[in-house]
T-cell receptor
Framework: ETGVTQSPTHLIKTRGQQVTLRCSSQSGHNTVSWYQQALGQGPQFIFQYYREEENGRGNFPPRFSGLQFPNYSSELNVNALELDDSALYLC????????????FGSGTRLTVV | AQKITQTQPGMFVQEKEAVTLDCTYDTSDPSYGLFWYKQPSSGEMIFLIYQGSYDQQNATEGRYSLNFQKARKSANLVISASQLGDSAMYFCAMREGNNAGNMLTFGGGTRLMVKP
C-alpha cells in the first residue's frame, strides 16, 4: 500500500501570489486533512475533506481553500499570500470509519518572500 | 485554554536509557483519542502510539508505551532503551469524539536529543 505523497516538496512564492499544493491520499483512505505547521510550533488544523465536501475547518481565513477529487486526492489553495503563510503544510489521510488511521505526508515547505 | 500542553521544549537522554515525554490534555468530551507522533527533520509525522479514552490498558507499541492517567488528564510517552535515531520532535495530539474524521489538536512539541 502506498503512503501519502505531497507535491511539491519545497516552494518559494512572492507575497500576493497564489499557490496550489497537492496531496495523494493513502490507498483505502477517503478523508483528507490539511495542517499548517509554522517553524517551532505544532501543526494547526486548516480543514478536512470527506467525499469531496469540506466537513470541518479550523481558524483560517477564506483565502485558504481546498478541493477533494473522486480518487480522494486533494488540493490546498492559498490566495493573496502573506509572509506569515510561510510554513510546512502537511496533508493527512484517514478512513472515515477507522479509529487510529491518520497517515501524514512529508509536507510541502512554503516560503513567502 | 490550551487543549494539549507539552511542558518540555527540549529533553536530553543518554543512549540506551528510558525517557518520559509529558503531555496533558483538556477536554469535556467523554470520547477522545490521544496520539503521539515523531517528526524527524525530514518533516513527516510518524505515528507512534494511540490511546482511546475508554481503553482499560495503557497502550504499548514496541519500545513505546503510553502512561495514561485519565483522572489527571495526562498521557505521557515513555521511550525505553533510547536510540540515536530517536532524536526528533515529538508531538502529542488529541482527537475529540469517536469519528476518525475529526481533526487532531496538537501540542507544541518536545525536542528529544539522544546522547551517545
Amino acid at each position: 500500500e502506498t503512503g501519502v505523497t505531497q507535491s511539491p516538496t519545497h516552494l518559494i512564492k512572492t507575497r500576493g501570489q497564489q499557490v496550489t499544493l497537492r496531496c495523494s491520499s493513502q490507498s483505502g483512505h477517503n478523508t483528507v486533512s490539511w495542517y499548517q505547521q509554522a517553524l517551532g510550533q505544532g501543526p494547526q488544523f486548516i480543514f478536512q475533506y470527506y467525499r469531496e465536501e469540506e466537513n470541518g475547518r479550523g481558524n483560517f481565513p477564506p483565502r485558504f481553500s481546498g478541493l477533494q477529487f473522486p480518487n480522494y486526492s486533494s488540493e490546498l489553495n492559498v490566495n493573496a499570500l502573506e509572509l506569515d503563510d510561510s510554513a510546512l503544510y502537511l496533508c493527512a489521510s484517514s478512513e472515515a470509519t477507522g479509529v487510529r488511521g491518520y497517515t501524514f505526508g512529508s509536507g510541502t515547505r512554503l516560503t513567502v518572500v | 485554554a490550551q487543549k494539549i500542553t507539552q511542558t518540555q521544549p527540549g529533553m536530553f537522554v543518554q543512549e540506551k536509557e528510558a525517557v518520559t515525554l509529558d503531555c496533558t490534555y483538556d477536554t469535556s468530551d467523554p470520547s477522545y483519542g490521544l496520539f503521539w507522533y515523531k517528526q524527524p527533520s525530514s518533516g513527516e509525522m510518524i505515528f507512534l502510539i494511540y490511546q482511546g479514552s475508554y481503553d482499560q490498558q495503557n497502550a504499548t507499541e514496541g519500545r513505546y508505551s503510553l502512561n495514561f492517567q485519565k483522572a489527571r488528564k495526562s498521557a505521557n510517552l515513555v521511550i525505553s532503551a533510547s536510540q540515536l535515531g530517536d532524536s526528533a520532535m515529538y508531538f502529542c495530539a488529541m482527537r475529540e469524539g469517536n469519528n476518525a474524521g475529526n481533526m487532531l489538536t496538537f501540542g507544541g512539541g518536545t525536542r528529544l536529543m539522544v546522547k551517545p
